[in-house]
């Protein structure tokens, strides 16, 4: 069996046609048959899952459809970063590693398990997040469904991973600079960063302000649908936004796109791009706007490297529930690419982190200058194809030598200045493995971004899975 869409599994589940218990026997099965090669997940729950099955086709059964939510029986894969009642989060450290089972879900997480979907273990991320590569001491190298060799992003690889080879019709992700869409990028999925505080978190990132939970998908509409789930506003997130004022599935057909103004850069006026990702995206951005019956506008964008100011703000979360002799007394335990920034960040004071503070000012208004003239940016959403699956990020871009950050800065600058941002896939390199178009929307737009990239999902549609010839 293919694996269903989000969408088609939750109407199949309702009306009968698949069982809650089959569907998670086809997504065990094929987490047996693809994870050994992938190391997509860390954790299966195989008995919860089954369990929470037979409830599902227990109402439908007995025709309790009422009982049902819009996810019933939809399986899904929880981003190891993220609680989830019955399994442990290990956060991809040596410190957390062996930690107890969590007794409470992550606010999005518990949303999704209360509207029916059934959480069927814990997919890979790098050590706290931190790379655009899945692989850690612990954990191990996750590997790319199209090629093996090749990572499928970070720091949500492995939920990219498990979605890419139809392990699980959606996972949840985080992203905190193209964590999200870097991942759709290099697996040829849909990867949606929402405005800050559209879907609360418990005790994540409240100073720093720059990352957000959601899901990676195979289509538009599984993405709209898991957003109506998440979104809105819990008491105990104190950035979080107000309910939505629409649904964003209704969105995809009532938003009014007849008059955008849409720019294309290539690389925002400092990114280094691999070639073959420049023609393809800016290929597909000529394509996007076709298919809303608009052209590029002529507006420029140039800015400075932001890379300085995301890498220092990132900071200012970085202590927050961490113990004291973790970071003083056990350093030795971290990744060694991470464990250097832990000591440098100890030193910092506070007029430090209020003069990066300054430099993100200034770079929001610079932003928010070009959304006066334009309703949509587009760009590559990575500047290289999905590179070795071990890492590091490149250190050189088309013979040119670059920081580490390169090869995602283009994604990192909507974390920054909060503007909701969405991955698409752009096509495939001459080397056969996906790159995405990066679209960049105003504030709080959501259903904007949501309904154009419906149109050209619609105008030209992309593969849903890796083809299986590869794992």
Not at 131 to 153: F, H, I, K, M, Q
Not at 271 to 296: I, K, M, N, S
Request: glycine share 8%; charged share 20%; net charge negative.
């Amino acid at each position: 069996m293919e694996m269903p869409s989000v969408v088609d599994a939750a109407r199949m589940v309702r009306s009968g046609d698949l069982s809650a218990t089959e569907l998670v026997r086809e997504s065990l099965d094929a987490i047996e048959r693809h994870n050994p090669a992938l190391n997509a997940f860390v954790f299966i729950d195989d008995k919860g899952a089954l369990a929470e099955a037979a409830v599902v086709d227990a109402a439908v059964r007995e025709h309790r459809l009422d009982d049902l939510g819009p996810l019933a029986g939809v399986p899904f894969g929880v981003k190891d970063l993220d609680d989830c009642a019955g399994m442990p989060t290990s956060r991809g450290s040596r410190w957390f590693a062996n930690g107890p089972a969590k007794t409470a879900d992550a606010i999005h997480v518990g949303r999704l398990r209360n509207a029916g979907a059934i959480p069927i273990g814990k997919t890979a991320t790098p050590e706290f997040g931190a790379w655009a590569y899945t692989a850690s001491p612990l954990l191990g190298v996750t590997r790319n469904p199209w090629d093996l060799e090749r990572t499928p992003g970070g720091s949500s690889g492995g939920s990219s991973a498990a979605v890419s080879s139809a392990m699980v019709p959606f996972a949840t992700a985080s992203d905190g600079g193209g964590s999200i869409r870097t991942p759709a990028s290099f697996t040829g999925l849909v990867g949606l960063k929402n405005s800050y505080g559209r879907i609360p978190t418990l005790g994540d990132t409240h100073l720093a302000q720059n990352s957000v939970v959601g899901s990676l998908t195979t289509t538009i509409g599984d993405t709209a649908l898991l957003l109506d789930v998440m979104a809105g506003p819990d008491s105990r997130d104190r950035t979080c936004l107000p309910t939505p004022t629409t649904s964003y599935v209704d969105a995809l057909e009532n938003t009014d796109l007849s008059t955008l103004r849409i720019a294309w850069s290539r690389d925002l006026g400092f990114a280094v791009l691999d070639p073959d990702v420049a023609h393809l995206c800016e290929e597909a951005a000529l394509a996007f706007a076709a298919a809303l019956g608009a052209t590029l506008v002529d507006r420029p964008i140039v800015l400075k490297d932001y890379v300085r100011t995301y890498a220092a703000i990132e900071g200012a979360d970085k202590f927050v529930g961490v113990e004291r002799d973790l970071w003083e007394n056990r350093r030795d335990e971290l990744d060694p690419r991470s464990a250097s920034g832990w000591t440098y960040l100890s030193t910092k004071t506070l007029p430090w982190l209020a003069s990066i503070e300054f430099d993100r000012r200034t770079l929001v208004n610079e932003v928010a200058a070009i959304f006066d003239d334009v309703d949509l940016i587009l760009t590559p959403t990575s500047s290289t194809p999905p590179f070795a699956a071990e890492g590091p990020m490149p250190s050189d871009i088309n013979g040119v030598e670059v920081h580490a950050g390169m090869s995602v800065v283009l994604a990192m600058l909507a974390n920054l200045v909060n503007l909701p941002a969405l991955s698409v896939p752009a096509g495939l390199t001459a080397s056969n493995v996906p790159v995405g178009l990066q679209v960049i929307g105003p504030r709080f737009r959501e259903d904007l971004l949501l309904a154009s990239a419906c149109r050209f999902e619609t105008a030209r549609p992309w593969p849903r899975h890796c083809p299986a010839r590869t794992i």
